[in-house]
């Protein structure tokens, strides 16, 4: 059982979102705007947080930005806005998906349970790991520690947000091997594909500038999808 906080200064899309998680036998706290939202983080335990953009008092992106001053929570930002500049803001202050408006209760469940379980899947591998696995490209000018999960480019230690780990990890451990949008996010987000690859091409994007000079290791395969080459 999972307790979600959904933040959306509509009721009825609370109510909505409540219902169907308690049929999933999950709990449900609820906030009306940002502050109140960002207040519940810090007093509560909260498993995911599902968060709208346009709320009085304090917006979803500013109140994603002060939990991530305290919390990794998951956080699923929901929208009727859904232009690639609001979603790389959301990704690039750390949340973990972005669903638009008007959406199926039924599909943002499925991606909270699917964040959540691989999740879980990770703290465990990590809690059971005996030695890190470390990964080296072009000399020790690319590295990635698997399992601290940390990326150093010619010895510095860049920041990455945690989709873009998980995305930049899975395509380390299969590099060299054409990965199409649909196993990307299937594997990666841990939901089935709804054919809105968006969300991937623009994960992509915010991966390539956070690599860098190595950007190029990430090759488009047009009407496929992406291969990482090089060898380790």
């Known amino acids: 059982m999972y307790t979600i906080l959904i933040a959306d200064d509509e009721a009825g899309i609370r109510s909505i979102v409540r219902k169907y998680a308690e049929c999933e036998g999950d709990g449900v706290k609820e906030a009306s705007d940002g502050m109140e939202a960002v207040t519940i983080c810090k007093d509560e335990k909260v498993d995911i947080v599902v968060m709208d953009i346009m709320m009085p008092e304090l917006d979803g992106f500013s109140a994603v930005r002060e939990i991530r001053k305290f919390s990794a929570v998951p956080i699923i930002m929901l929208s009727a806005r859904g232009e690639e500049y609001d979603k790389i803001n959301g990704f690039c202050l750390g949340a973990d998906d972005y ?3 008007p959406f ?3 599909e943002l469940l499925l991606r909270v349970e699917a964040i959540l379980k691989r999740r879980v899947t990770a703290n465990e591998a990590a ?3 005996k030695k890190h696995e470390i990964i080296e490209m072009d000399g020790g000018g690319l590295k990635a520690d698997l399992t601290a999960r940390i990326v150093y480019i010619d010895g510095q230690r860049i920041d990455m947000s945690p989709k ?3 995305l930049f990890f899975y395509m380390l451990n299969n590099r060299n091997i054409a990965l199409s949008r649909e ?3 299937s ?3 841990g939901y ?3 054919g809105d690859a968006r969300t991937l091409d623009t994960h992509i ?3 390539r500038k956070s690599l860098g000079k190595y950007s190029e290791y990430i090759v488009t395969l047009r009407g496929i999808g992406y291969r990482f080459e090089g060898r380790a």
């Open 104 to 106: 199926s209760p039924k």
């Open 205 to 207: 994007k915010l991966l």
């Open 127 to 129: 809690t059971s790991e």
């Open 183 to 185: 196993k990307l996010i």
């Open 187 to 189: 594997d990666v987000w």
């Open 192 to 194: 089935d594909f709804y």
């Open 164 to 166: 873009e780990y998980e």
């Open 99 to 101: 669903v638009v408006k």
